[in-house]
């Protein structure tokens, strides 16, 4: 009988681990549980500036609804396919008539240094309006990584595994949406229902 109820207890709390883990089984990776997250409770961006590819320094959550990805300009995979995408997804929100800054936001701020960063921003036409690259302080950095729930590992090859989404940021300066890179209907969509 014993043996029954420590059975019995290890699988009810084996069931509320993964109802916790999935967010009420509405999310199967931490990805979604992410997404979940956001969408039903918006959380602040920290008022930190980042230095934009032209050298200037701006505030991303200050001035309305943004877009963010976060990218490491050396990256020869994953980073250049978001990159693509965050280009095809700044002509349809300009074809639509949209008017909202987007950021890609270096996790390397050390090693992306100005140089790098137009290089980025020049192989896939970001001219810096609507769509810069831009890097936070070093100091700044563990703040906005933990904010966005980015998860950034050294890979022993002097590069980064990482996860990557479209991240948006409302008027009110809330990380409210990330959507995976090729959402661009539900990201329109995101931007549209903040601009009414």
């Given amino acids: 009988m014993r043996g029954v109820l420590y059975t019995l207890g290890a699988a009810l709390l084996g069931c509320a681990t993964l109802w916790q883990a999935t967010d009420g089984l509405r999310a199967v990776t ?46 020869p ?39 790098a960063l137009l290089n980025y921003a020049d192989l896939h036409s970001a001219t810096g309006d609507p769509w810069t690259a831009a890097r936070p302080r070093e100091e700044d950095l563990k703040g906005l990584l933990r904010t966005f729930d980015v998860t950034v590992i050294p890979d022993n090859w002097g590069g980064y595994e990482h996860n990557v989404a479209v991240l948006y ?11 995976d890179t090729r959402a661009f209907d539900q990201i329109q969509s995101a931007v549209e229902s903040g601009a009414s």
């Fill in 169 to 179: 940021i409302n008027a009110e300066g809330k990380f409210a949406g990330a959507f």
């Fill in 77 to 115: 995979t994953i980073c250049q396919i978001s990159g693509g995408d965050f280009a095809e997804l700044r002509d349809q929100l300009v074809d639509a008539g949209l008017d909202i800054p987007m950021y890609s936001l270096s996790f390397d701020p050390e090693n992306d240094d100005l140089e």
């Fill in 30 to 75: 931490a990805e979604g549980a992410r997404r979940v997250s956001v969408a039903r409770n918006p959380r602040p961006v920290p008022a930190v500036p980042v230095q934009t590819m032209q050298g200037d320094w701006v505030t991303i959550a200050e001035n309305g609804p943004a877009l963010v990805e976060f990218i490491y300009t050396t990256c």
